[in-house]
């Protein structure tokens, strides 16, 4: 009997139950599990049934408990206070779990929770000005992640990209390459894309003080690129090529993927419009100085120092398009376009206010679905010399960060590998995968809203809570597997009933509680969770083949038992890890 089945049973006999006892079946009863295994493998909380039977919660668990009977699956039922544990019997348990999990393949831990539901999530936005940071790898990996879960609870997901193509700061990269490039290309510097144009708005950042009419000129820059002037608008796509051929590489390196990308050079006109019909709405207004502003109401932005209500600029008044212009026209475009239920955002939190901000300009456009954007935001990522910085040309780029993961995975593996026995390519492929599973894990484990100290070594180490522990437990329970596979135990059935020892039943309930945690996960748009609870499985199942022999059990019958938990733990690992965007090692 599959875990499904058994715990309907367990919602069925506790119905009857109450039928029986109490003349009407509860209206709401939930699974949960007791603190300790020795208690139970379930239970039945009998305080949402306290109001509904008229009766003091314990009262009513002991009543439950006498009613139910022994079954086919269900061992006892335990009235411990207003709680019900039930035990079930262990062939039943670990076989309906370990069946389930291989039944379920790739589908294992999906449900059906968001069916039907459209939601897009937009994430890791760059700027073309410059190469991708250890903050835009927090964005994607989050992003990567949240679209996992969403899309495992059967959401239909579409995830966006919107590229900050156009603005004052693309024109700095182009204006510094214009003065100073002397026409050189990535192609003859031998410099990746992202990081030539990168480079230029170092110098303009260097040039700046030195130049005081730099800022004039990259402002002359940004009104002919609106007015299409052609030579501006051909230097602005060479550029935007080469850093595109770049974040390219990068996507590549980090697993992300894209269904859709939207460019603020291709919105911001329709962000125009959408004002301009605020304005013959009534919706926003023209100030004294000729820009459109809209006032945002007191009763949810408070007000200025001087009592003042708040307003927020919709466009200058040179009519150039401000930051926010762009992305009304993009919000509209994406619920145009794919008929969405949700639109999530994932902005750091820098990007609070601007979100408020956005979300309720929609709404006064009059937008119904303005209700279904929600901004997840994220905390900042610091590194141990302190916070990131683009301008002065100290970010953290991910390529370089990357590359040093690598080399921190590759010097760990040949650290490991004292024979000399692997080829430098398998060290270079285990490497890769360890060092993205670091990168990726360290900076999931935690809640989006928290900030993150990335310490790279100690993101990469194969013991505590980390990807590369994750991995490792994973290779593990591989390594046992094949082995098996060398040995006659084919032939031999599994007898479940000889398991449940504390160990194996802190492990059988960690694997049943993963499809929960993934909805939970999902739910709160936490991958973090996934973390937490893989991480669990990972401890536990070390925990119980250190303590326990699998394949050098008492006998055959157990040695299979013990095999088909060991497989159905290294599936959960496994999935867990792939909705991170971690891959699997077979060897470590």
Request: charged fraction near 25%; charge should be negative.
């Amino acid at each position: 009997m599959l875990i499904s089945s058994i715990k309907n049973e367990i919602l069925t006999a506790v119905e009857a139950a109450c039928q029986n006892q109490f003349g009407q079946k509860p209206e709401t009863l939930k699974l949960g599990y007791p603190p300790q295994v020795e208690l139970g493998d379930f239970t039945v909380e009998c305080f949402p049934l306290a109001k509904q039977f008229r009766q003091n919660p314990a009262q009513i668990a002991q009543a439950i408990a006498a009613k139910i009977e022994p079954s086919k699956s269900i061992q006892s039922v335990a009235a411990v206070g207003p709680y019900l544990n039930v035990k079930i019997y262990n062939r039943a348990l670990f076989g309906g779990v370990c069946d389930e999990i291989v039944q379920q393949g790739e589908r294992l831990g999906n449900t059906d929770m968001g069916r039907g539901q459209r939601v897009m999530v937009e994430y890791l936005s760059p700027n073309t000005n410059k190469p991708l940071h250890l903050g835009h790898i927090r964005n994607g990996v989050l992003g990567m992640g949240v679209s996992n879960l969403l899309e495992a609870t059967g959401h239909t997901v579409i995830k966006a990209n919107l590229v900050n193509d156009r603005g004052v700061h693309i024109c700095k990269s182009m204006l510094a390459w214009q003065k100073w490039g002397d026409d050189g290309t990535p192609e003859t510097t031998d410099t990746k894309g992202d990081h030539f144009v990168g480079d230029w708005y170092v110098r303009y950042a260097q040039e700046e003080d030195k130049h005081p009419d730099l800022e004039q000129e990259t402002q002359g820059m940004l009104l002919k690129w609106e007015s299409g002037d052609p030579e501006t608008l051909k230097l602005w796509e060479m550029m935007n090529g080469w850093v595109y051929d770049g974040f390219g590489e990068t996507y590549q390196k980090l697993g992300l993927e894209f269904d859709a990308f939207y460019y603020e050079s291709q919105t911001y006109n329709l962000g125009k419009d959408l004002i301009q019909d605020g304005l013959q709405k009534g919706a926003f207004v023209v100030a004294e100085d000729g820009a459109v502003i809209a006032k945002l109401p007191v009763d949810e932005f408070g007000t200025q120092r001087d009592g003042s209500q708040k307003v927020e600029t919709l466009l200058r008044s040179d009519g150039t398009s401000v930051y926010i212009t762009q992305d009304l026209g993009t919000a509209k475009m994406k619920f145009d376009e794919h008929q969405l239920d949700r639109s999530i955002y994932v902005v750091g939190s820098e990007q609070n206010y601007h979100f408020q901000c956005l979300f309720k300009l929609l709404d006064m456009l009059g937008f119904e679905w303005a209700l279904g954007c929600y901004h997840l935001s994220y905390g900042m990522v610091n590194l141990p010399e302190g916070k990131m910085k683009s301008r002065e040309g100290t970010v953290i780029d991910a390529d370089d960060l990357i590359e040093e993961m690598f080399q921190l995975a590759a010097d760990e593996i040949r650290g490991r590998d004292s024979e000399g026995e692997l080829s430098d390519e398998e060290v270079q492929k285990r490497a890769f995968a360890i060092g993205m599973a670091a990168i990726k894990f360290y900076l999931l484990r935690v809640r989006p809203e928290l900030t993150i100290n990335f310490d790279p070594k100690e993101s990469i180490s194969f013991d505590g809570f980390t990807g590369p522990y994750c991995q490792y437990a994973y290779a593990r329970c591989a390594s046992i597997l094949r082995r098996a596979q060398m040995q006659d135990f084919a032939s031999v059935e599994a007898d479940f009933s000889l398991l449940g020892n504390e160990e194996e039943l802190q492990l059988i309930r960690a694997l049943i509680q993963f499809p929960e945690v993934v909805e939970e996960a999902a739910r709160d748009l936490s991958p973090a969770r996934i973390c937490n609870h893989l991480f669990t499985v990972a401890q536990t199942v070390n925990q119980f083949y250190h303590k326990h022999p699998v394949l050098a059990a008492e006998n055959p019958p157990l040695i299979q038992a013990r095999l088909a938990l060991i497989n159905a733990s290294a599936a959960v690992i496994k999935k867990a890890l792939a909705l991170l965007g971690i891959e699997t090692l077979e060897e470590m």
